[in-house]
Every structure is written in C-alpha cells, then in structure tokens.
C-alpha cells in the first residue's frame, strides 16, 4: 500500500529529527505527528479489512444499488474520514519540514486542522463500531 509507506517513511524521518532536537514548539509538533502517524497506520489497516467485510456483505445482501449504498453510507463517511486524516497528518509534517528548514510555515495552523480531522475520524470510527486506538482517543481529549 503506497499511503502506508509513505508514512512509514514520514515517521522514520520525524523519529531521526527528535533525536536531534531540544526542547520546542517545533519538536512537540513532530512527536504529535508520529504519534498520529502510528495510530493512523493502525486504523488504516483495521478499517481497510472491515471496510472490504462491508463492501462484500452490502453487495451480497442487497437486490438494488439504492439499498447498497444505504448500507455503506456509514462505511463511506468513515472512509472519508480516513483519507482526509492522513492527508492531515501529511499537510502537518510537510509544514512541520518546511518550518524546520528555516522557510515561513503554517504548521501550527496544520498541527490545528490534523487534529480536527483526527477528531472526525474518532467519531466516524465509533459510528461504524471499529476499535479505536487509545493515540487517536487522546486527541479527541486533547491529551496529545
């Protein structure tokens, strides 16, 4: 899968810039963004297997198209809500990079907007059942 590569690779290279920082705004947003990459991978992985249960039972149980996508009508939002996390977490840590070299960034505004997705895909993720990582619980208690 490309999108988990890329954020294996994303997470590696954080991972190596904590090492080599002190304490900061900056070094913060990074920890939270590996923490939301890790929990984001974690989720990608359950909600793809579930997400394909789904898709084969709707269609499986289902005579009309109207009725099969009135059963994954829950699972599309939840799929939304994946997609758009990840391109969060990556609008994050690209502002995060861009800041760290030196450039004007809005990493701040990023780190704000990755969180509230990561909000939405708390609550997408409870509306369709599936188990929720306690990194994604704690951003929804603004712990992390």
């Known amino acids: ?5 890329y954020f294996r690779s994303v997470l590696f290279i954080l991972s190596f810039m904590l090492l080599g920082c002190g304490s900061s705004a ?3 947003a990074r920890k939270t ?10 989720v990608d992985s359950d ?12 269609r499986e149980t289902s005579s009309t198209w109207e009725e099969r996508d009135a059963k994954l009508e829950k699972w599309e939002e939840a799929r939304k809500a ?19 070299d030196g450039y004007t960034s809005d990493w701040s505004v990023q780190l ?3 969180t509230e997705a990561i909000k ?7 509306v369709i059942g599936i188990e929720i990582p306690d990194a994604i619980s704690k ?3 603004g712990s992390i």
Do not use: C, H, N, P
């Not at 963004?33 to 974690?42: F, R």
């Not at 909600?47 to 709707?58: C, G, L, P, Q």
């Open 26 to 28: 900056l070094t913060a």
């Open 33 to 42: 963004i590996v923490i939301a990459g890790q929990a984001w991978m974690e």
């Open 112 to 114: 704000k907007k990755m």
């Open 82 to 100: 994946v997609v758009a996390s990840g391109l969060a977490i990556k609008s994050a840590a690209l502002a995060v990079s861009i800041a760290d």
């Open 139 to 141: 951003f929804t208690q």
């Open 1 to 5: 899968m490309k999108t988990a590569s």
């Open 120 to 126: 939405s895909l708390y609550q997408a993720l409870q």
């Open 47 to 58: 909600f793809s297997v579930a997400y394909e249960r789904a898709r084969i039972e709707a």
